[in-house]
């Protein structure tokens, strides 16, 4: 007998697993000691943790197919040695402070991870704005409304209550012509690439343009999903599409045109048309990751670049930034025949997104509540971008900023060859950050991927720490800066 399970479904007491190993024992007590030493070994190693209530020895008893006065014995024996606590009228526990295991080899005390106090690498908002109490009441709402069918498998668009809300709110903010049957809902931007990229072998295409100086993530995400990552040089323009020409087996290009990564930099007209022309021309995809698009401070909107080519250009979106990264929230807005596609895809496998959040962001949408907190974490961020230019010009004026007035980082140029000593000075002084390097493609041109004139810089998250931290957070970032000279 190598083992059982004890389930007395009419007698109190939880379900419980012993391993009964055949250690050779005396013939009387054989069973006896091997019930003992398993339950035993089951207190020491933790699986029975103190306060456990074990099964009557009658259950145990039944379920193991021996005499009850084994169980009962066994029990006594461990009572005795203060293993077990047993009360008349109660049930057999595991003791509050059981027989301390025997002494064994300390382990070497680990090396507690590095955290910084102040976090300003880039990948998230400020978590502690989120809307708890308004999100909640959404969520009840949606809960109390949900049809029975939302709780099945459902369709791998996603619930087209959600892919309403969005259809509408995508259409009056970023100007995306769309409808609810073009949308896929996915857990994640990185999903969704996985999901087209998979889709795109499928047609056959086997290299996708890169912004060469980009967010490593798209880098990463290109290549996870089996396809050749092709580097295009990054100026004041933006991404230098021509360069897509120069490469005729890319099928498709993955391009951040609203607010350029990292640089901060937005698509110039004139190579959105050209990028447009280039998909059109070559039955190419063009996918544009609008990750921060609600968060322009200077008035001039830039709206989507998949207006201008509905049926070529795939426009992605997240609550990552205007909501929290943990709601594994995002979407793709996609040209009809490869909308059913990726949708059928998605209803394979485990690429499930959850119901309730999805009900409860349409809930959020329908209800204005999302308006008036990205209203709000704008206003937030805004004065916080302000309150860091202010500084620099007071204090570090030969540091300059590029990029435009929007999003949640900030580029800052710095001289000649003191990118990696200011990382390690930030670094000293409780700061996390990244500097531009970290963003190089590793297949770029050395040359290429400098022309956007930036050299040595610091990519500057200041909508990553909370209210409280953020002054002490630029402070210290000041005090890291190279002096001037």
């Given at each position: 007998?190598?083992?059982?399970?004890?389930?007395?479904?009419?007698?109190?007491?939880?379900?419980?697993?012993?391993?009964?190993?055949?250690?050779?024992?005396?013939?009387?007590?054989?069973?006896?000691?091997?019930?003992?030493?398993?339950?035993?070994?089951?207190?020491?190693?933790?699986?029975?943790?103190?306060?456990?209530?074990?099964?009557?020895?009658?259950?145990?008893?039944?379920?193991?197919?021996?005499?009850?006065?084994?169980?009962?014995?066994?029990?006594?024996?461990?009572?005795?040695?203060?293993?077990?606590?047993?009360?008349?009228?109660?049930?057999?526990?595991?003791?509050?402070?059981?027989?301390?295991?025997?002494?064994?080899?300390?382990?070497?005390?680990?090396?507690?991870?590095?955290?910084?106090?102040?976090?300003?690498?880039?990948?998230?908002?400020?978590?502690?704005?989120?809307?708890?109490?308004?999100?909640?009441?959404?969520?009840?709402?949606?809960?109390?409304?949900?049809?029975?069918?939302?709780?099945?498998?459902?369709?791998?668009?996603?619930?087209?209550?959600?892919?309403?809300?969005?259809?509408?709110?995508?259409?009056?903010?970023?100007?995306?012509?769309?409808?609810?049957?073009?949308?896929?809902?996915?857990?994640?931007?990185?999903?969704?690439?996985?999901?087209?990229?998979?889709?795109?072998?499928?047609?056959?295409?086997?290299?996708?343009?890169?912004?060469?100086?980009?967010?490593?993530?798209?880098?990463?995400?290109?290549?996870?999903?089996?396809?050749?990552?092709?580097?295009?040089?990054?100026?004041?323009?933006?991404?230098?599409?021509?360069?897509?020409?120069?490469?005729?087996?890319?099928?498709?290009?993955?391009?951040?045109?609203?607010?350029?990564?990292?640089?901060?930099?937005?698509?110039?007209?004139?190579?959105?048309?050209?990028?447009?022309?280039?998909?059109?021309?070559?039955?190419?995809?063009?996918?544009?990751?609008?990750?921060?698009?609600?968060?322009?401070?200077?008035?001039?909107?830039?709206?989507?670049?998949?207006?201008?080519?509905?049926?070529?250009?795939?426009?992605?979106?997240?609550?990552?930034?205007?909501?929290?990264?943990?709601?594994?929230?995002?979407?793709?807005?996609?040209?009809?025949?490869?909308?059913?596609?990726?949708?059928?895809?998605?209803?394979?496998?485990?690429?499930?997104?959850?119901?309730?959040?999805?009900?409860?962001?349409?809930?959020?949408?329908?209800?204005?509540?999302?308006?008036?907190?990205?209203?709000?974490?704008?206003?937030?961020?805004?004065?916080?971008?302000?309150?860091?230019?202010?500084?620099?010009?007071?204090?570090?004026?030969?540091?300059?900023?590029?990029?435009?007035?929007?999003?949640?980082?900030?580029?800052?140029?710095?001289?000649?060859?003191?990118?990696?000593?200011?990382?390690?000075?930030?670094?000293?002084?409780?700061?996390?950050?990244?500097?531009?390097?970290?963003?190089?493609?590793?297949?770029?041109?050395?040359?290429?991927?400098?022309?956007?004139?930036?050299?040595?810089?610091?990519?500057?998250?200041?909508?990553?720490?909370?209210?409280?931290a953020f002054s002490a957070a630029l402070?210290?970032?000041?005090?890291a800066l190279p002096p001037e000279g």
């Amino acid at each position: 007998m190598t083992g059982s399970w004890a389930t007395p479904e009419h007698r109190r007491g939880p379900d419980l697993h012993l391993d009964l190993d055949p250690a050779p024992c005396g013939p009387r007590d054989g069973l006896r000691a091997r019930l003992i030493r398993a339950l035993r070994d089951a207190v020491r190693s933790g699986r029975l943790a103190p306060g456990t209530r074990l099964p009557s020895s009658r259950a145990l008893a039944a379920d193991l197919g021996v005499a009850r006065n084994t169980v009962a014995e066994a029990y006594g024996q461990l009572v005795a040695e203060g293993w077990l606590t047993a009360r008349r009228g109660s049930a057999t526990r595991v003791a509050p402070s059981p027989v301390p295991p025997r002494p064994a080899a300390r382990p070497a005390r680990p090396v507690p991870a590095e955290r910084p106090r102040y976090d300003l690498r880039t990948g998230t908002a400020d978590v502690a704005t989120f809307p708890r109490a308004a999100w909640a009441a959404a969520a009840r709402r949606a809960l109390a409304a949900a049809p029975n069918d939302a709780f099945g498998y459902g369709d791998g668009h996603g619930r087209p209550e959600l892919r309403a809300a969005l259809a509408d709110y995508l259409a009056r903010v970023r100007g995306v012509r769309a409808d609810p049957e073009r949308i896929v809902v996915c857990s994640g931007f990185m999903q969704g690439v996985a999901l087209l990229g998979r889709v795109l072998r499928r047609r056959g295409v086997q290299a996708v343009g890169v912004e060469g100086r980009g967010f490593w993530g798209h880098h990463e995400s290109v290549d996870r999903a089996g396809l050749r990552g092709v580097p295009l040089p990054v100026d004041a323009l933006g991404a230098d599409v021509a360069e897509l020409d120069r490469h005729p087996g890319v099928g498709a290009v993955l391009l951040t045109p609203a607010h350029q990564f990292p640089t901060g930099v937005t698509l110039h007209p004139d190579r959105r048309t050209a990028v447009v022309d280039w998909a059109v021309r070559t039955g190419g995809l063009v996918l544009e990751d609008d990750y921060d698009g609600e968060f322009r401070y200077d008035g001039r909107k830039v709206g989507a670049l998949q207006s201008l080519a509905p049926d070529h250009v795939v426009h992605c979106g997240t609550v990552s930034k205007s909501l929290a990264p943990g709601l594994r929230l995002a979407w793709m807005v996609l040209p009809g025949e490869l909308a059913g596609e990726v949708a059928r895809l998605k209803a394979t496998g485990e690429w499930g997104t959850g119901v309730l959040d999805q009900l409860a962001l349409a809930e959020f949408i329908a209800c204005g509540a999302y308006d008036r907190h990205v209203r709000s974490v704008r206003l937030r961020y805004r004065r916080r971008r302000d309150r860091l230019v202010a500084a620099l010009a007071e204090r570090a004026p030969h540091i300059g900023v590029a990029g435009i007035a929007a999003g949640l980082h900030i580029v800052l140029r710095l001289p000649p060859g003191t990118e990696e000593a200011t990382v390690r000075a930030a670094r000293g002084r409780g700061v996390a950050l990244e500097g531009l390097a970290r963003f190089r493609h590793p297949r770029a041109d050395a040359f290429a991927a400098t022309r956007d004139g930036i050299g040595d810089g610091i990519v500057v998250a200041y909508g990553t720490p909370p209210d409280h931290a953020f002054s002490a957070a630029l402070e210290a970032l000041l005090e890291a800066l190279p002096p001037e000279g």
